[in-house]
């Protein structure tokens, strides 16, 4: 198994690895030292200016770890460098090896080398679930703010007995994630299907706790997931079910979907619609090319066809009128290999057409997956299947996906800051696609606020 570790400088990716590897029994490949070993002979041998020949070097070189010590001790033509490529003056150099394409290239091999040697690994730096192993099996990207990273960097340097001043240190970090970001050859950038793990506010011992639960984890529920888009069936369904659906849409319901561009190409996002109608699971997913996870009532799951089609359109099953944490913790999980899951975080479809009190297991699904919200609203379809009615009526539909609420920003907002934030910002969209409910949900949402009911305003914890 692979599991890789990507990142901007100071995320705490080498000590995390580290960890994690001890953690899971496996081996720990810490490419940045390939890198600075690399930087290292530029330096020594007068080559800093000479990328060509910077590259023939590298050809006829040899980068060993020894792994038999802890950290595994880093060695360049059989000389131990372990220290020699930590000081200031190669970090500053890593560039020479990092942005040079042929240079990579014979890394990039190496790295595999190890790999398939090595059978199990952790391996970190800037292009291992991008370039290296885009396969892997589990992929992550840390990330933490420049002021955060800076700390830790000015922490440990002060441990090693070297003298620092923040700025120029947030000065190096910026410079030299500017240059990763930016460069031709293996930028750093988050690997499709990576689960993003903002370490700001989480201690070493959290993130490695975090990772090593999705790695081993299993999600406990009693029906099978084939993993999406696997399957000819699970395909035809999603593409003629799309194609049905559109059509429908269309001509009974004129639907017009806008803000699609707010869907990220890849990687997880937690969708929460509010709840007009029946119609509104399929309107979700029908104008996207990504398919979509959501959750269906329990009695949906016993057995025979139905469960079969709900099954392979990416349902699971949620008990309804209590705190169901299976289904919370399914839809972590599948945030986690990268999907899109749709929640009605209402809990219950309207019955005026206003938008309810978010409920806070919410937040609970965003705190633990680190997932970016995105708010969708959907107008039209309460008048046109209200609830309580046997059948549709013909009446026009908008659906709207709206921007998403970044991860960093949603963090810091207590569970029930967090629902009332998405509230306010269903509610703003509302108006924006000319509800005729907006200033009803509006000042539904005001008397909760005035009364200071809180649970009101953000329902309680259901996880
Ligand atoms: O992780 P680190 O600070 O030891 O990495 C040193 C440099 O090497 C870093 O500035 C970027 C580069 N690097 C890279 O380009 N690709 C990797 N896979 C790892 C590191």
């Not at 084939?226 to 049905?244: N, V």
């Not at 399929?282 to 009532?297: E, K, N, V």
Request: proline share 5%.
């Amino acid at each position: 198994m692979i599991i890789t570790i990507d990142g901007p400088a100071g995320a705490g990716k080498s000590a995390v690895a580290q960890r994690l590897a001890q953690s899971l029994g496996f081996k720990h490949l810490d490419t940045g030292a390939m890198y600075r070993a690399v930087a290292l002979a530029a330096l020594e041998e007068g080559l800093d200016g000479d990328p060509d020949g910077l590259a023939r070097r590298v050809g006829q070189m040899q980068v060993n770890f020894d792994w038999s010590s802890e950290p595994p001790r880093v060695q360049l033509d059989g000389r131990d460098v372990t220290d020699a490529i930590r000081t200031p003056r190669v970090t500053q150099a890593t560039h020479l090896a990092a942005s040079n394409p042929q240079v990579r290239a014979v890394l990039v091999e190496q790295q595999r080398r190890i790999a398939a040697a090595a059978g199990s690994l952790v391996t970190e730096g800037r292009d291992q679930g991008t370039v290296v192993f885009p396969t892997a099996e589990y992929k992550f990207y840390l990330d933490a703010s420049l002021q955060e990273r800076t700390r830790r960097r000015a922490a440990q340097w002060r441990d090693q007995g070297r003298a620092v001043t923040l700025d120029s240190l947030a000065a190096q970090l910026q410079r030299r994630d500017d240059r990763d970001r930016n460069r031709g050859v293996g930028p750093l950038t988050i690997p499709p299907g990576a689960i993003v793990i903002d370490t700001t506010p989480l201690t070493l011992q959290e993130v490695v706790e975090l990772m090593r639960r999705t790695v081993q984890g299993q999600p406990r529920v009693s029906y099978t997931y084939r993993g999406e888009g696997t399957g000819w069936f699970q395909t035809l369904l999603w593409t003629a079910g799309r194609f049905l659906l559109q059509t429908i849409a269309i001509l009974f319901f004129r639907v017009r979907i806008t803000g699609r561009e707010n869907i990220p190409r890849h990687g997880a996002a937690l969708l929460a619609t509010n709840h007009q109608s029946l119609l509104d699971p399929w309107l979700i997913g029908i104008a996207l090319d990504r398919q979509i996870h959501y959750l269906a009532r329990e009695s949906l799951f016993r057995g025979g066809f139905v469960q079969y089609v709900f099954e392979r359109t990416n349902a699971f099953p949620i008990r309804r009128g209590r705190a169901d944490t299976t289904a919370i913790r399914e839809a972590i999980a599948r945030l986690q290999r990268g999907y899109l899951v749709n929640i009605f975080p209402e809990a219950t479809r309207t019955v005026d057409g206003t938008i309810a009190p978010i409920a806070a297991g919410l937040a609970v699904i965003i705190h633990r997956a680190r997932v970016p919200l995105i708010p969708v609203v959907i107008e039209g379809a309460f008048e046109a299947w209200p609830r309580g009615k046997a059948w549709p009526r013909l009446r026009s539909i908008r659906l709207h996906y709206g921007r998403p609420l970044p991860y960093a920003e949603l963090v810091q907002l207590s569970p029930d800051a967090l629902a009332v934030r998405l509230r306010s910002e269903m509610i703003r969209l509302q108006r924006q696609l000319g509800s005729p409910h907006a200033a009803a949900s509006q000042q539904r949402f005001a008397a909760d606020w005035q009364q200071g009911r809180r649970r009101a305003v953000a329902r309680e914890i259901t996880a």
